[in-house]
């Protein structure tokens, strides 16, 4: 992603649905732009771990995912 210029602050948009809507379709055109980062359920790898809900893809998600608590500290401020 390029940097905004210098002086602008980046807009952060936070597109929060419910299961089965055009959310997903929203996040795949905004994707697609070069000056956006797109991030797909950023918090479900952590619940996956926390909880150990158990999911046929589970290991391999959480293989692949960040840990996330330096972050979640920000979100429940």
Wanted: glycine letters at 2%; one cysteine or more; proline letters at 9%.
């Amino acid at each position: 992603m390029a940097s905004p210029p210098e002086g602008v602050e980046p807009a952060v948009i936070h597109a929060w649905s419910a299961p089965r809507s055009l959310s997903t379709s929203l996040m795949y055109s905004f994707s697609e732009r070069d000056d956006m980062d797109v991030l797909d359920e950023p918090l479900y790898a952590n619940f996956l771990r926390v909880t150990g809900v158990d999911r046929p893809y589970r290991q391999e998600l959480l293989s692949k995912m960040v840990r996330l608590e330096p972050c979640l500290s920000c979100l429940l401020l």
